[in-house]
């Protein structure tokens, strides 16, 4: 079995920044897919930002150019946060998987909230 754990959420003021990380422990023999995604309320779970199969980056839309996906070795991975909107308030969940864009790990979710 695999543990995912989210850190670093909370509460921000609009056009602050947050980074939120995510270390996997257990049974980690081979990852080869990290991500993030959120759910807002009422939402449905939406893809924030992951690896692809090259090593890149990619993001949604909504997030280009403001949020920064980045990991240090095969258990950690971290999502900065920056210039943060009242849209981005979300519950934020840490994905891994063993093949590419599969998402057989879940982490709890962590609430991010944006608001003056």
């Known amino acids: 079995q695999v543990q995912l754990v989210e850190s670093g959420g909370g509460l921000v003021q609009p056009g602050g920044s947050l980074r939120l990380s995510c270390a996997a422990s257990?049974?980690?023999?081979?990852?080869?897919?990290m991500g993030w995604y959120r759910q807002a309320p009422g939402k449905e779970r939406e893809l924030v930002a992951h690896?692809?199969?090259?090593?890149?980056t990619a993001y949604a839309e909504s997030v280009k150019g403001r949020f920064t996906l980045s990991r240090d070795n095969d258990k950690n991975v971290y999502l900065q946060m920056d210039s943060l909107k009242p849209e981005d308030t979300a519950v934020y969940y840490c994905?891994?998987?063993?093949?590419?864009?599969?998402?057989?790990?879940w982490g709890k979710g962590i609430l991010v909230t944006v608001s003056s």
């Open positions: 690896f692809t199969r090259g090593g890149s």
């Open positions: 257990g049974s980690i023999f081979s990852i080869n897919y």
């Open positions: 994905t891994m998987g063993r093949f590419s864009y599969v998402t057989d790990y």
